[in-house]
């Protein structure tokens, strides 16, 4: 079966389970002639038991106004901020470091929950890339 010629492809961060009509999911369907309604219920169901967590969601719409879409857990700079209880990363992380440092426990707990959002389940490879978001942001890593 041939694939159904895209309109868009779309990102939005969503608060699981609690999608509405409201901006920024209205306005942001409304344009593409959607019914939103297909959206909402579904995703509101597929994240009922992330509540709390802003998720990202990547959506399809066909050129048929039919739509599907795949969510995303929570980015993983939001989880090393949640896991360390901080605001915000250093804004000049090499020079200015965030008085808090990720254990490797804490590393492989937010590698584990990521890790069914990429392409593989190699955790040591997920790891790899947290630790770089985590040094990106002025964390130091403890190996």
Same mark, same amino acid.
């Given at each position: 079966?041939?694939? /159904?010629?895209? #309109?868009? *492809?779309? /990102?939005?961060?969503?608060?699981?389970?609690?999608?509405? $009509? $409201?901006? =920024?999911?209205?306005?942001?369907?409304?344009?593409?002639?959607? %019914?939103? &309604?297909?959206?909402? *219920?579904?995703? %509101?169901?597929?994240?009922?038991? &992330?509540?709390?967590?802003?998720? !990202?969601?990547?959506?399809?719409?066909? !050129?048929? /106004?039919?739509?599907?879409? #795949?969510?995303?857990?929570? =980015? !993983?700079?939001? #989880?090393? #901020?949640?896991?360390?209880?901080?605001?915000?990363?250093?804004?000049?992380?090499?020079?200015?470091?965030?008085?808090?440092?990720? +254990?490797?426990?804490?590393? +492989?707990?937010?590698?584990?929950?990521?890790?069914?959002? &990429? %392409?593989?389940?190699?955790?040591? $490879?997920?790891?790899?890339?947290?630790?770089?978001?985590?040094?990106? &942001?002025?964390?130091?890593?403890?190996?």
């Amino acid at each position: 079966m041939a694939e /159904k010629p895209i #309109r868009a *492809n779309l /990102k939005m961060k969503i608060p699981a389970g609690r999608a509405s $009509a $409201a901006p =920024p999911v209205g306005s942001t369907l409304g344009q593409y002639g959607v %019914n939103m &309604m297909d959206f909402i *219920n579904p995703f %509101n169901d597929a994240t009922k038991d &992330m509540q709390g967590a802003t998720v !990202t969601a990547h959506i399809t719409i066909y !050129t048929d /106004k039919t739509m599907k879409f #795949r969510v995303v857990g929570m =980015p !993983t700079d939001d #989880r090393i #901020r949640a896991e360390l209880g901080i605001q915000k990363g250093s804004g000049k992380p090499n020079s200015e470091k965030i008085a808090k440092k990720l +254990t490797d426990a804490q590393l +492989t707990k937010i590698a584990t929950e990521k890790a069914h959002d &990429m %392409n593989t389940d190699d955790v040591a $490879a997920v790891k790899k890339m947290v630790a770089g978001t985590a040094r990106s &942001m002025g964390v130091e890593v403890e190996a």
